[in-house]
């Protein structure tokens, strides 16, 4: 919801460029007429979206015996993560990101990325250069503390060897 708040406060500061009669056509075109559509439309998605998932009640995570699911908002739907394809789940902290890192066993992380697109796979690539993980799942904005959760997931691996 705050990125919704900040994109609105770009998209008024777009419609002041594009209001000031000192201001170039240019200046007022790309500063103004572009910064409200981009801002104000990203904010308007990323609100509604929101609203959407807090009115039908969209959990983001569910963990169950043998598996995790996380909502993808896109899709719609659950991208499933089994235990048994896990070795371990790690909290860090990427700049001011708090993200819980999936840790795959070998055979799955070979067989995750050979299936996976080009693109992914460089998606893949860069997010276990920055993390040492080639997926995390979000830790911030949840009813519980990252720390508990990546806790109970560990707890499911044990349970699942």
Same mark, same amino acid.
């Given at each position: &919801?705050?990125?919704? /708040?900040?994109?609105?406060?770009?998209?008024?500061?777009?419609?002041?460029?594009?209001?000031?009669?000192?201001?170039?056509?240019?200046?007022? $075109?790309?500063?103004?007429?572009?910064? @409200?559509?981009?801002?104000?439309? %990203?904010?308007?998605?990323?609100?509604?979206?929101? $609203?959407?998932?807090?009115?039908?009640?969209?959990?983001? /995570? /569910? @963990?169950?015996?043998?598996?995790?699911?996380?909502?993808?908002?896109?899709?719609?739907?659950?991208?499933?993560?089994?235990?048994?394809?896990? #070795?371990?789940?790690?909290?860090?902290? +990427?700049?001011?990101? #708090? *993200? +819980?890192? $999936?840790?795959?066993? +070998?055979?799955?992380?070979?067989? #995750?990325?050979?299936?996976?697109?080009?693109?992914?796979?460089? &998606? &893949?690539?860069?997010?276990?250069? $920055?993390?040492?993980?080639?997926? %995390?799942?979000?830790?911030?904005? *949840?009813? &519980?503390?990252?720390?508990?959760?990546?806790? /109970?997931?560990?707890?499911?691996?044990? #349970?699942?060897?």
């Amino acid at each position: &919801m705050l990125w919704a /708040i900040l994109c609105f406060v770009f998209a008024l500061g777009g419609y002041f460029i594009l209001t000031d009669a000192s201001t170039s056509w240019p200046t007022k $075109v790309l500063g103004g007429g572009l910064g @409200i559509i981009f801002f104000g439309g %990203g904010g308007l998605f990323l609100f509604l979206s929101t $609203v959407y998932n807090r009115i039908r009640q969209i959990p983001l /995570i /569910i @963990i169950h015996e043998d598996r995790l699911e996380l909502y993808i908002q896109v899709k719609g739907t659950y991208h499933t993560i089994y235990f048994t394809d896990v #070795k371990r789940f790690r909290l860090i902290k +990427i700049q001011s990101t #708090k *993200l +819980i890192a $999936v840790d795959y066993k +070998i055979t799955s992380l070979i067989h #995750k990325v050979d299936k996976s697109s080009a693109s992914t796979q460089r &998606m &893949m690539t860069f997010n276990f250069a $920055v993390s040492g993980a080639i997926e %995390g799942l979000p830790a911030e904005n *949840l009813t &519980m503390n990252g720390k508990k959760i990546c806790d /109970i997931l560990n707890g499911h691996l044990s #349970k699942n060897v």
